[in-house]
C-alpha cells in the first residue's frame, strides 16, 4: 500500500487567499489535482511540489511531510 504524503497546501492557501483553482493556474495544473494533492488521494511529482513550495518560497520539505515515507524504509 502507498503512503499518504501529508502537506500543508490548504493551509498555505488559506493564508495567502489563494483558491485551489488559482493555485492550480500559477504552477501549471488543474483543480482538481490540487485537491487531490490537499486531501492524500495524489502524491505530487517532483517538479510540482518544487513549483508549490517554490510559489510560497518554502522548501519541498516545509510543504511536503515525509515522515511517513521515512518510516517505510
Known amino acids: 500500500m502507498e503512503a499518504v504524503m501529508k502537506n500543508k497546501i490548504k493551509e498555505l492557501r ?5 483558491s485551489q483553482s488559482e ?3 500559477i504552477v501549471g495544473t488543474t483543480r482538481q489535482t490540487i485537491t487531490s494533492i ?3 488521494k ?10 508549490i513550495a517554490h510559489h510560497f518560497n518554502m522548501n519541498i520539505e516545509e510543504v511536503f ?3 511517513s515515507l521515512e518510516e517505510e524504509v
Not at 14 to 18: E, G
Not at 42 to 51: D, F, R, W
Open 42 to 51: 495524489y502524491t505530487a511529482s517532483l517538479i510540482l511540489a518544487y513549483k
Open 65 to 67: 511531510d515525509f515522515e
Open 23 to 25: 493555485l492550480a493556474d
Open 14 to 18: 488559506k493564508v495567502n487567499k489563494l
Open 38 to 40: 490537499e486531501v492524500g
